[in-house]
């Protein structure tokens, strides 16, 4: 992405004499008080304002400004192509965008291939301006993790835009008054973000007095009153009334205000959400849109740009407005991503590409590294088949045991939040758990929420809230509701619990669970606690790799191994010129086609209870003398079992094991019904509650499930849909812990790159080694330097390359593999190192890839189980490894993918599923959509002789090749 090219040029821009603020930076790093990350985001802002002189990126992408134009020469295009490129920079910037990897895509081959064919053709203005939004002013995105100071950033930018301006009061780049805008779903997070900045030290910047001078000058203004009608005048409308006291000129004014509740609700927008712009035909003096179009040499600075949607195509138009009156310097948004949660179509000319980054981001700073920097490193646990109340007892256990007796420095105590999906939830539920199955102290825990009907909100929680990272505070472990999901600052908080699927809004279980994870102490090494339910955890890795290109694992992998060895790793794609896989998939489509209108679930729950004792099953106790069974005495048993029994577990098992589809709210409202079910399956027995074994438990919740749904006939459709795919995710090749299964060693893998940047044969003879040594002997030996002559049998080991090396052209699309994943036995790693030695292997010229690091390829298949009529989805498969044959070099010819397996797994149901699908349904689709046997599946066991494993590949390298 373009951020890359930037922090390049902006390197080079440093060092260079044209660089007119290093004594500025020098300044800034001697200080210390910033992290590097805000440190480098300075950066990036003063070359793009001062070097770039502010230039919307479209303008300064056409003029060539991030373009390395020595690399012309190396292109792979025609002398007409490149002549026009070295004569017009837009299409050399162009033509290297199309080259660039965006997001999970290979570039826009399509314009690609446009220039290489007819490099005139192409609209170049209009391609480039559509790839950054059509924005005709500054408008950057500063993309930095939770935690790492973005409204200190902010800060920083402001001071910095008044000290130059204050130097040059004429130059139209700096900013002289600044409109921060908190998004719309943080309404509680102004005062803090207002609090933050005026906190700021501009002395940690710029040397004093100039720094308290420019501290004086600030005033700042928050808007949050509401307006009191659509025609108030300008006495009913204060936040109108703020922004008009301060005109015509001011200076220093920072206006802090919700962009939802001010901006939006004061513009006007047809049907068409296009901006009505009416200033001739009403009065103004109530228009924030108007007045803010006269607050000269205005930047605006947008906290949280990834909250947008439709109001941020409202407040795009807003600034257009702005800009058109001519009063805009800079727009910066803020983000915790660089990514979008879903990918958008930029159209291009004739063509259009899809890409999950915003484009215009200028600086990233990943989560994971700021972990690795600053941040907590954090546990992630998942309680894959423990409740609500499992998880939370294990979560409180775990944080007590880490942190009950830990102080932070400021004199704080660490602090756990358990998030609730309802105040019902947290006040019935979590709430006396806690204190009574729990014995926790009342004193200990906080409740926070706003209250309803039947709980209002508790005496004094707010204050308690907002004084939680005080030394004064003693709450241990928080309740929350509806906040404390985004825009809270408490960096004391330690622990997070998500116990249920709906105790965060699904596009926030990101931002919520990382709002532990705040720096306390500088220097110190901080840990903190993540517990999730399933449901969570599956959308956490979902978000963690759509917006930081991480895992969950990742982040335990950080905190497991703190400052242990890695190992750096290298793609070799290139080198080995390595095609993508061309294959088939099969896609299932599922369409349910409604039977019924409604559920009728009181209905079918009557019945379920009127025809209850069909689910139970009799038994009878026969007594007698042992030889006389014939007069055996019957007795029939009408209760048995051992297992406890709870109205409102149950009630959260018949949820849980709906998956979302149905809420303990919805079960709830049949509470009578439920109820009479309950207590006809349970029984007493010494005043303890126990559930009768003797019915079909499972089945009776399943039944209760399906009262709540209408009743549907399920129709699927299959169809085969060609797809390629990356043997490596190039920048998903991290640093890996080194470890003993590391493939090939830190020498072989220093040997290979080597031979590879000289592309030096390793295939030598012998011969020939002799014969140099003993040139070089008599060289030496003539001129009376005997002394310096090496051993014959060091010289020649220089030559003899060791088993990966000499298979580097047939294997290694990345160095090394890791094989010391997950507890591996090095079964994997036996096997590559037995089919590389294979006579056949080599003289057939075949490859082999391991393929079997999680998130490192793009080759797996979607595998699907016959039930009845139907097709179900049974996850994915991703073989070990690839062996393949080439016929053309950008083609792979025949594939055959083997998996080596523990015994212990191989008999795995869900893996026996997948690989029947493997061995019959994807075989044949793709060999018969190719025409003839281009795959074939082996699977080998370690618990079969090596040498049986050796003769099984091979046989089949014979047969198949």
Known sequence: MLYNQITTKRNQWLQSDDCAVCDLIKYIRANGSLRDTQVEAIETYLFLKIQGQNKPLWQLFSEGFFTDKSDLERLDINQTAREYLKQHGDAHALFDFAQQKIGKNTGVPEIEKAIKANPDSLDYKKIIKSIFYNVNYADYLM?????AGKTYLMAAFIYLDLYFAQNEPDNKIFAHNFLVLIPSGLKSSIAPSLRTIAKFDPSWILPEPTASDLKKLLKFEILDEQKTGKKSNKARNPNAQKVSACLPNPFGQVFVVNAEKVILESLKFNDQMKLELDDEKVDTTNDLK???????NMSILIDEVHHAATDDIKLRQAVNYWHDKGNITTVL???????????????????????????????????????????????????????????IRQGIADFDELYKNKIYGAGTIPKLVIYCSNIEVLEEEIYPFLTGELKINPDEILRFHRGNKTHPQPEGSELEFRSLDLPVSRKRYILLVQVGKEGWDCPSL?????????????NMVLQTSCRCLRQVD?????TAIIWLNNDNAEILNKQLKQEQNTSIDELNYLNRNGNSETVERHSRMDFLDLPKVDFYQMKVTYQSIDQEYTPNTKTKLDNLLANIDELKTPALIYSS????????????????GFNYAGFNQWIFDIARESYGLISEKDLRKFNNELKSIFEKITYKKNEQLFFNELYDLYNIQSKIRSAFSAKRELQTKDEIIPQQAELLITE???????????????????????LDNKNASVEIDMADVEKAYKLMKETFEQQGMEKFVMDYEKYRSNYDYSLPVQSKNNSFHYLPYNFGGGGSSGFELQMIKNVLQLADFKNMGLEIYYNGERGLTEFVINCF???????????????????????EKNRFHKIMLLETKGALYSNDKIFQLKKHFVETEFLKINNEQFGYRRFDFLLLEDNKKIEDNIAKINNKINEFF
């Open 522 to 526: 500088k220097d110190k090494d901080e």
């Open 494 to 506: 330690t622990g997070v619990i998500l116990s249920q699927k709906g105790d965060s809004p699904q």
């Open 290 to 296: 108007y007045l803010f179009g006269q607050i000269p």
């Open 333 to 391: 948004g803020f983000s915790g991503t660089p990514n979008l949660s879903s990918a958008e179509m930029i159209p291009v000319g004739n063509y259009s590409f899809r890409s999950n980054q915003i484009t215009n981001t200028v600086y990233y700073y990943p989560l994971v590294k700021a972990i690795e920097k600053f941040l907590k490193k954090p546990s992630v646990k998942v309680g894959r088949n423990l409740d609500r109340y499992q998880i």
């Open 732 to 754: 998903q090749l991290k640093e890996v812990e080194n470890n003993d299964k590391l493939y090939p060693n830190k020498t072989d893998t220093t040997k290979i790159l080597e």
């Open 625 to 640: 003398e042992i030889d006389n069974m014939n007069d055996a005495t019957i007795n029939a048993i009408n209760e048995s």
């Open 143 to 147: 993309s930095l993790p939770m935690g």
């Open 865 to 887: 189980a016959r039930e009845g009529k139907y097709w179900k989805n049974i996850g994915r498969y991703t073989t070990d490894f690839l062996i393949v044959k080439r016929t």
